[in-house]
């Protein structure tokens, strides 16, 4: 079984939809989380922490459930700029830990 | 200021080469870690480093590759009798110290004919 698990996509959507994304992963000692948006090829770049209380980034919502170990991004009003593949990422605890990588859901939003 | 740089950009080898890919990680990040990636695959950890220590190896293949990092700052992948298996893309990133965000750089793309 893989570490962290994500369906690959790739989404289709419109312009202006809602799209969500999950992800699971397998360590329960896992500490951080995260979601990483990568441009097609460029680098990884951090899209926004995951905490177990929800955050929000503008038109992003992350959500974390320890208990099933489910990681979640919504992405409301989504742009054509959204296109890109979404990383899920997890840590065996902060710091200097190396991250452990989904293998990525691709998004295209279409006009 | 200036991000994680990595060089060659680009790489092509024959099989049976060795090959030395160089990253330079932000001035002051302590981290510095290796990774692989190919395509339509996330980034697979290989090694990294605190300082000039090297502290995990676990994701290194087989001992054709390694890596070190002597003076705390550049380092360098080294890959041995490549193989075509060996073609991917090969990132580097770096953090600060006790900060699980890690900086990517534009990696070196690796092909072995």
């Known amino acids: 079984r893989k570490e962290v698990e994500q369906d690959p996509g790739p989404f289709n959507v419109p312009e202006g939809a809602t799209v969500a994304f999950n992800c699971t992963y397998s360590?329960?000692?896992?500490?951080?989380f995260f979601w990483y948006r990568q441009d097609c090829r460029k680098e990884p770049k951090l899209l926004m922490s995951?905490?177990?209380s929800g955050n929000e980034d503008g038109r992003f919502t992350a959500q974390l459930n320890r208990a099933s170990q489910y990681i979640s991004l919504l992405i409301r009003d989504s742009k054509l700029s959204d296109s890109a593949t979404y990383l899920c990422v997890v840590t065996l605890s902060g710091g200097n830990t190396p991250l452990v990588f989904g293998k990525g859901t691709r998004l295209s939003v279409i006009a | 200021g200036a991000g994680v740089s990595q060089s060659p950009r680009y790489k092509v080898t024959k099989r049976g080469q060795d090959v030395a890919l160089r990253c330079d990680p932000i001035s002051g990040h302590v981290s510095l870690y290796w990774y692989r990636q190919a395509l339509g695959q996330g980034p697979e950890f290989l090694t990294y480093?605190?300082?000039?220590?090297?502290?995990?190896k676990s994701g290194l293949p087989n001992d054709r590759f390694s890596a070190e990092r002597p003076e705390g700052s550049i380092s360098t992948l080294t890959i041995q009798r490549t193989e075509q298996r060996d073609s991917a893309m090969y990132r580097c990133?770096?953090?600060?110290?006790?900060?699980?965000?890690?900086?990517f750089g534009p990696g070196t793309r690796l092909t072995v004919l």
């Open positions: 990133a770096s953090s600060l110290a006790g900060d699980p965000h890690k900086y």
């Open positions: 360590n329960s000692a896992s500490q951080s």
């Open positions: 995951v905490y177990s």
């Open positions: 480093f605190n300082y000039e220590a090297q502290q995990d």
